[in-house]
């Protein structure tokens, strides 16, 4: 059964520093992997999904790697602001390939 | 248009009531799913429907019904639950191509409180 781990639970930095937050699966058998983050109360926004074959991706502010073979993934948040404030999820995507994995996800608070 | 509707927002019902959620999407997509969240937890797959046909069960109660009427709309029907069904019930759907998914977009959920 497919496992997905965040570390660390939550974090809470300053405005304008860069972060790394990490994401790492058990089974390496995944077809890709997708960043999420979610506002308290509210539904899930999608952020970067990487392919199998790709090894990063970028959106903006946001850089998300994916080392399949080690079964890591990290979201790299480029100075952070308040509204970066949210929890952030990783998912997975097994089973074939329609079946999401998430993981137990960072709560990130970005502090004036 | 990338959007996801979810109806009710909020729901509140007795463990005898019968209560149906309702998500819409019109981006064309031919998977919509079913997920259960749990304070502080990340979601649950419920159900998984490819191309209206469900396909995917995470061995569910019954008294939790899925149905996918066509390619837009995505019911689930609720029945005899109990107070710990209580929780944010989130619908998403995504493109079904080569067999694989791709990105799943998420609506805003509904909030559910079983008494």
């Known amino acids: 059964k497919q496992e997905v781990t965040q570390i660390p639970a939550a974090l809470s930095v300053p405005e304008g520093e860069n972060l790394v937050l990490n994401c790492s699966f058990t089974?390496?058998?995944?077809?890709?992997l997708q960043w999420f983050r979610q506002d308290p109360g509210k539904g899930l926004t999608s952020l970067l999904l990487i392919q199998s074959s790709q090894r990063e991706q970028t959106s903006g502010r946001l850089n998300a790697s994916l080392d399949k073979s080690s079964g890591r993934s990290t979201l790299y948040i480029a100075a952070s602001q308040p509204g970066d404030s949210a929890t952030y999820l990783c998912a997975v995507y097994t089973g074939g390939g329609n079946k999401l994995t998430f993981g137990t996800g960072t709560q990130l608070k970005v502090e004036l | 248009d990338t959007e996801v509707t979810q109806t009710p927002k909020h729901l509140v019902m007795g463990m005898t009531n019968k209560k149906s959620l309702k998500c819409e999407q019109h981006m064309g997509h031919r998977a919509m799913y079913w997920y259960k969240q749990k304070a502080k937890k990340p979601p649950e797959l419920m159900f998984v429907?490819?191309?209206?046909?469900?396909?995917i069960n995470e061995s569910v109660p019954s008294r939790f019904s899925p149905e996918c009427p066509n390619s837009s709309l995505l019911n689930l029907h609720l029945h005899a639950l109990q107070p710990e069904d209580s929780a944010l019930y989130l619908c998403?759907?995504?493109?079904?191509?080569?067999?694989?998914?791709?990105?799943?977009?998420f609506g805003p959920g509904t909030r559910l409180t079983v008494l």
């Open positions: 998403a759907s995504s493109q079904v191509n080569m067999g694989l998914t791709d990105t799943q977009y």
């Open positions: 429907y490819s191309y209206e046909k469900l396909s």
């Open positions: 089974d390496s058998a995944i077809y890709n």
